[in-house]
């Protein structure tokens, strides 16, 4: 499984931009990028994700690198229940999910 | 509103006791999917099934056992239940095996063993 690398933990301000680095330098064509997060007491929910286009949805934006060897997922305008862990995953053909331990996401009022 | 849900919020259960741990999809999925959740070794993949009566062994099965005897429903079976196996679990559904298919979590079923 083609692995992803994450800072342990980040610190934002609420209602400014967050982004959320990935590095995945061993991804493959086929490889597609999942983010998910888990709000504490939960499961994990799914976010958002991409293969080479950069993809916008309501909960997130996802920038895919033009190598794809890194991507970040950006939420535009934090809020105090944004703070989660975020998980990067690469996802190939067959594989299940790997999740890593992501990067611990607080926000401050 | 899709839900996966899961029978428990909490259980306590003793040592050598068998346990069952169920979940249940809304959504029609063929995979379901059962993890455990430690602080330290992150979500970890214990077994899958793709298909009504089909499992999968994911990376630490030992212990564990699994049924799938409709679509909608994934049984998590501790046979015999051993203080090591105090975790969260956690039951995800999908809707097919391609790469980009989302996974859906249920709440989660922290489990005591004494």
């Known amino acids: 499984d083609a692995k992803t690398t994450q800072p342990n933990s980040m610190e934002s301000n609420e209602e400014e931009p967050v982004h959320l680095p990935c590095n995945h330098s061993?991804?493959?064509?086929?490889?597609?990028i999942h983010w998910y997060r888990q709000l504490p007491s939960q499961g994990p929910e799914y976010v958002i994700h991409?293969?080479?286009s950069n993809v916008n949805n309501r909960m997130a934006s996802l920038a895919i690198a033009e190598d794809r060897k890194s991507s970040t997922l950006i939420l535009h305008r934090a809020t105090l229940r944004d703070a989660a862990v975020y998980y990067c995953?690469?996802?190939?053909?067959?594989?299940?999910?790997?999740f890593g331990p992501g990067t611990r996401l607080s926000v401050l009022p | 509103d899709v839900k996966v849900t899961q029978s428990s919020r909490y259980l306590v259960k003793r040592t050598g006791e068998k346990v069952f741990l169920e979940c249940v999809q809304d959504?029609?999925?063929?995979?379901m999917f059962w993890y455990r959740q430690d602080p330290g070794l992150g979500l970890r993949l214990i077994y899958f099934?793709?298909?009504?009566?089909?499992?999968e062994k994911g990376d630490i099965p030992e212990g564990y056992s699994v049924s799938r005897e409709k679509k909608e429903r994934f049984s998590l079976i501790l046979e015999s239940a051993s203080t090591n196996q105090t975790s969260m679990y956690l039951c995800?559904?999908?809707?097919?095996?391609?790469?980009?298919?989302?996974?859906?979590f249920g709440p989660g079923t922290r489990l005591t063993v004494l």
């Open positions: 995800a559904s999908s809707l097919g095996e391609s790469s980009y298919n989302e996974q859906f």
């Open positions: 995953i690469l996802r190939g053909l067959g594989q299940n999910f790997v």
């Open positions: 099934s793709y298909d009504v009566k089909m499992k």
């Open positions: 061993t991804i493959s064509g086929t490889d597609y």
């Open positions: 991409g293969l080479t």
């Open positions: 959504m029609d999925h063929e995979n």
